[in-house]
């Protein structure tokens, strides 16, 4: 259990020290960081620390650096602040913002963030996408790519998600997900970016380093048993495709910050 009450196995990122979000905020290069006004001093300090751990964490897991995290200072991060009725958290394409509710959110941070990247990539990785468009959505409308080897990576993860190993049907877990939809007369399950998101999340909770503020569910939650995370060897093929990119990511950032994202 680490210092702040959530669950963890990893490094001591803070030597045993609390620290605020104004920490939070520099390291990652975030644009701006917003609490809501009923975020008591104790929540406050206590997220502060554990969104801290959550977010190096997630940077070692990817082998990626700070610029990566804060999609070079265009992320804004909120806690405690509004929020919509039971939604626990969200990502808002409009202000590049990736919000958290007060004690609900925790476990969200690594789906969110990953709203966030895919949204930050899609300009990137395609040519005059909308503004809004999320990257795994530009891949299945087949807009067309920038052409660059990262890219090619990236490709590859949207596809092991929405695609079985042929390449050519649906994924299991696009088939799940479907069904989950019909079943609750909605679109939500089966859109491309809530794959995606869904998928990272099994990555980064199969990842040795161990936070459940960072991710939890994507093992055992009544989503996973409804098949709405990938499992066996679809699961293993997502984790190393995203791990592929990733690690070849962050080494292009390390070598040559203006790089990849």
């Known amino acids: 259990m680490s210092q702040t009450g959530w669950k963890r196995n990893g490094p001591d990122h803070r030597q045993g020290q609390a620290v605020g979000f104004a920490e939070v905020r520099r390291r990652f290069d975030f644009r701006s960081v917003r609490l809501g006004r ?18 190096c964490d997630l940077m070692l897991i990817l082998g990626g650096n700070e610029t990566l995290i804060g999609l070079r200072g265009t ?21 590049r913002a990736f919000a958290l509710a007060k004690n609900a959110g925790p476990g969200s941070i690594a789906h969110e963030w990953f709203h966030a990247f895919d949204h930050y990539i899609a300009d990137k990785a395609f040519i005059d996408p909308p503004p809004s468009q999320m990257g795994s959505r530009a891949w299945l409308d087949s807009r ?6 990262l890219n090619e990576r990236l490709f590859r993860c949207y596809q092991a998600v929405m695609l079985d190993d042929s390449g050519q049907q649906p994924s299991a877990l696009f088939r799940a997900s479907t069904q989950a939809d019909r079943e609750r ?43 709405l995370y990938p499992g066996g060897a679809e699961r293993q093929r997502c984790n190393q495709a995203f791990a592929d990119y990733f690690q070849a990511l962050g080494r292009a950032l390390k070598q040559n910050p203006t790089s990849g994202a």
């Open 185 to 227: 007369h909605q679109l939500y399950y089966s859109q491309p970016e809530e794959l995606c998101a869904r998928a990272f999340e099994a990555f980064v909770e199969d990842a040795t380093i161990k936070n459940r503020f960072l991710v939890q569910g994507s093992r055992s939650s009544a989503e996973a048993r409804a098949g």
């Open 75 to 95: 992320l804004s991060l909120e806690y405690g602040l509004g929020g919509q009725l039971g939604v626990v958290a969200h990502y808002q394409p409009a202000s």
């Open 38 to 55: 009923w975020v008591t001093t104790d929540e406050r300090d206590r997220a502060a620390s554990a969104f801290y751990d959550a977010l």
């Open 144 to 149: 067309p790519p920038q052409p660059h080897a």
